[in-house]
């Protein structure tokens, strides 16, 4: 048992009838003795209520706590006994705060039993608190994505099911067998091509055409044409089974995909005009930058690669890091470079003819490349070299940490998330087993995991029960499979994510 010296509330706002009042109550099973001016200090909440219970009725008391013995005076909650410490400190201290190892998300709703509001709560455990509200939402997101993908929407019907049924077999690799093997295919054309518009610059493998010019192997312009052909095709396939033709022709790796096949289909409308065209000097540089395009499908691979995906979503969160760094190297060139030109401008044979001639030397030098094209040749301006490369080692390494720790935390969190929203999937599917099982015969039988979603309901008690997924209309009913989720596992899935 354990309670709570009255000494420390000697300035109490309680009423004379409640001062002396003891108050036991049994948290989960741990007893603790509390006073009536102290508890009267928030007369809104459930334990100010408990003071004036001797003038309440049996039924009153029994919509207060979970069991009341009337011989001992004992108040019984069959709640946490450690959030219980937290929420006793309003009392004492006016505020609460979270003690670390317990759910934020369970908390509030401990909070909410209690009936002390959410405004009470730390500065910086409302900032956890948010934390962990946006981490249940993407795993709340995640089920709902895994759920579409792998039963789709009950409501389509002819052309829109075949539409998600080609989007999930083209862009969503997890969702099938099928899907999978798409996605694997997609993956080698990818390497070939790159392999073969490298291969195809090597002159020992070009022949030469009737003026003698090297032109590239008709081997090799041939797996080019069916890779293109593929590309073509699965971009295509792509774009019909787009339920946003818009936003997926401005997406930045469809707009990648699209820039990877044009330059073929460009030279060969060229081609077409005949040999008097292409002769032309414009129309040969534009067919050489055309050419030299096809290198941004290497950038594809991203698309099958979870990594490259991580490594894109790090770098764009870490933007002020890589600002810094910019800044850094920025001010260090300007400096240097203008420093190197003073020094040597009055040397016979210097390499400094002027200052934006010097920036190459400053940035060669402070990221310690070092080609030696440019180089200081007096006494002063070589100390300036050493003092420059030592300065931008100091401003490469400085912003670099914060980067790495950057990726690091979002590739585990992404790991984590998707474990997360595996999970969840996995006791959905327990409980809609349970939940068949017992079921009467001549029951409706839900669609497209619903009846996952309403044996989650029912199997969860209202205090342990959040939507992570809101009606938009506001309401708590569920019109499809992955507007709700129970919050039971989630919270209990995500435990590691905040500790």
């Not at 709703?109 to 946006?134: A, G, P, R, T």
């Not at 409706?444 to 309901?457: F, P, Y």
């Amino acid at each position: 048992m354990w309670g709570i010296q009255r000494t420390r509330y000697a300035d109490c706002n309680g009423s004379e009838a409640s001062e002396e009042t003891e108050i036991v109550v049994n948290i989960g099973g741990v007893k603790q003795v509390l006073y009536g001016d102290v508890l009267n200090r928030y007369p809104d909440t459930r334990l100010a209520e408990l003071v004036d219970c001797s003038l309440k009725s049996s039924e009153e008391i029994s919509l207060l706590c979970d069991d009341y013995d009337p011989d001992t005076g004992e108040f019984y909650f069959d709640r946490d006994s450690e959030a219980f410490k937290c929420i006793i400190e309003l009392y004492c201290y006016g505020e609460i705060h979270m003690k670390r190892g317990i759910c934020p998300i369970c908390f509030m709703k401990e909070m909410e039993f209690w009936k002390i509001d959410s405004d009470f709560l730390d500065e910086c455990c409302k900032c956890h608190l948010q934390e962990v509200e946006d981490e249940l939402a993407e795993i709340a997101e995640k089920v709902k994505t895994i759920l579409v993908d792998r039963d789709g929407d009950p409501s389509a019907a002819g052309w829109q099911r075949f539409q998600m049924c080609l989007w999930r077999l083209m862009e969503k690799p997890e969702s099938s067998l099928p899907a999978h093997i798409i996605a694997i295919v997609s993956f080698i054309f990818i390497l070939v091509s790159s392999v073969v518009m490298c291969v195809g610059t090597i002159p020992d493998l070009q022949v030469e055409d009737s003026e003698g010019n090297l032109t590239e192997n008709p081997t090799l312009e041939i797996i080019e044409t069916v890779c293109i052909g593929w590309f073509t095709i699965e971009y295509i396939l792509r774009l019909i089974s787009s339920p946003n033709k818009t936003k997926f022709a401005l997406a930045f790796m469809n707009i990648i995909d699209f820039m990877a096949i044009m330059p073929f289909f460009v030279v060969l409308i060229l081609t077409s005009f005949g040999t008097g065209v292409l002769e032309l000097a414009n129309v040969q540089q534009a067919v050489q930058a055309l050419r030299i395009m096809r290198i941004a499908r290497i950038f594809k691979l991203a698309r099958h690669s979870s990594g490259l995906q991580t490594l894109t979503s790090a770098l764009k969160s870490s933007f002020k890091e890589l600002g810094l760094l910019l800044m850094y190297m920025g001010v260090g060139v300007f400096l240097f470079s203008a420093l190197g030109y003073t020094m040597e401008q009055n040397h016979p044979e210097t390499l400094f003819t002027s200052i934006p001639q010097s920036f190459w030397w400053a940035v060669i030098t402070m990221t310690t490349v070092g080609y030696g094209d440019v180089y200081p040749k007096t006494t002063l301006g070589r100390c300036n070299a050493a003092i420059s490369f030592l300065c931008g080692v100091i401003a490469i390494a400085l912003p670099i940490h914060p980067i790495i720790n950057n990726f690091v935390l979002f590739y585990n969190k992404q790991q984590v998330l998707e474990t997360a929203a595996k999970h969840e999937i996995e006791l959905m599917a327990l409980r809609s087993g349970d939940g068949e099982q017992e079921a009467p015969p001549g029951a409706h039988k839900h669609v497209c995991g619903a009846g996952v979603w309403d044996t989650a309901m029912r199997s969860c008690h209202s205090d342990t029960y959040i939507p992570l997924l809101k009606d938009p209309s506001g309401g708590a009913g569920i019109h499809t499979p992955s507007m709700d989720t129970s919050f039971e596992s989630t919270a209990e899935t995500t435990e590691y994510l905040i500790s």
